[in-house]
T-cell receptor, first 113, second 113 residues
Framework: DGGITQSPKYLFRKEGQNVTLSCEQNLNHDAMYWYRQDPGQGLRLIYYSQIVNDFQKGDIAEGYSVSREKKESFPLTVTSAQKNPTAFYLC????????????FGAGSRLTVL | GENVEQHPSTLSVQEGDSAVIKCTYSDSASNYFPWYKQELGKRPQLIIDIRSNVGEKKDQRIAVTLNKTAKHFSLHITETQPEDSAVYFCAATIRAGSYQLTFGKGTKLSVIP
C-alpha cells in the first residue's frame, strides 16, 4: 500500500467531538506531513515533522494537533475548534535530506454530521 | 511565502491530442518543481519533476518545461489517452534549500475517447 497506511478511510464525526486520524509508514522516512484537500483548493499543509519529537505548523494548523513520538507514526487530531473539518486528509512522508519526493497515503475522508 | 497559481482548472481534450497545464510561482529562490497526478479516489503520485538548473525534462509522453526568468513551468502530455484523465497538481519549494512544497489548486484533465 505504498508504505504509508492511513486509517480510517472514512470517518463520521458529530460536531464538538475530537477525532484522530492515523498515519503509519514503514519506509523509514524522516519527514512526515499532513495535508488537507478540498475541491478546487489543492493540497494545503496542516502540520509537518522532520524528526521525532518535533513538528511545525503549516499554513492551516488552527484547530488541529499532532504528535511524533515514533518515527513511523504521525497521528493528526481534528479538534472541535476546527470550524470546517469536513475534508479529505492526506498524510505523506519524505526520505532524508537530498530528496523532495513525497509519498502519499490513500487518505482519510472526514465528514462532520 | 510561496504562491503557486495553476491554470486551467479544468481541461478537456480529445484522445490523441496534447494537453498543457501551466503554473506560475512567486519566489525566485524556489528550485524544485514536481507534478503529481491524482486519479479519482486514489492518492497523488509523482509523475515528473524538474530542478531549477534544467530547462526541460521528458519522460515518454510527459514533459515539463521551466522558465526561471518568467517564473513559470508547464506540464505537457502528448498523445493523450483515457487513462491520463485525472487531477494534476503542480508544486514548488517554498524557498531554496527547503523541502516544503506549495501546491497549485489542481487541473482536472478529461480525455475524451
Amino acid at each position: 500500500d505504498g508504505g504509508i497506511t492511513q486509517s480510517p478511510k472514512y470517518l463520521f464525526r458529530k460536531e464538538g467531538q475530537n477525532v484522530t486520524l492515523s498515519c503509519e509508514q514503514n519506509l523509514n522516512h524522516d519527514a512526515m506531513y499532513w495535508y488537507r484537500q478540498d475541491p478546487g483548493q489543492g493540497l494545503r499543509l496542516i502540520y509537518y515533522s522532520q524528526i521525532v519529537n518535533d513538528f511545525q505548523k503549516g499554513d492551516i494548523a488552527e484547530g488541529y494537533s499532532v504528535s511524533r513520538e515514533k518515527k513511523e507514526s504521525f497521528p493528526l487530531t481534528v479538534t472541535s475548534a476546527q470550524k470546517n473539518p469536513t475534508a479529505f486528509y492526506l498524510c505523506a512522508s519524505r526520505t532524508s535530506a537530498g530528496a523532495n519526493v513525497l509519498t502519499f497515503g490513500a487518505g482519510s475522508r472526514l465528514t462532520v454530521l | 511565502g510561496e504562491n503557486v497559481e495553476q491554470h486551467p482548472s479544468t481541461l478537456s481534450v480529445q484522445e490523441g491530442d496534447s494537453a498543457v497545464i501551466k503554473c506560475t510561482y512567486s519566489d525566485s529562490a524556489s528550485n524544485y518543481f514536481p507534478w503529481y497526478k491524482q486519479e479519482l479516489g486514489k492518492r497523488p503520485q509523482l509523475i515528473i519533476d524538474i530542478r531549477s538548473n534544467v530547462g526541460e525534462k521528458k519522460d515518454q509522453r510527459i514533459a515539463v518545461t521551466l522558465n526561471k526568468t518568467a517564473k513559470h513551468f508547464s506540464l505537457h502530455i502528448t498523445e493523450t489517452q483515457p487513462e491520463d484523465s485525472a487531477v494534476y497538481f503542480c508544486a514548488a519549494t517554498i524557498r531554496a534549500g527547503s523541502y516544503q512544497l506549495t501546491f497549485g489548486k489542481g487541473t482536472k484533465l478529461s480525455v475524451i475517447p
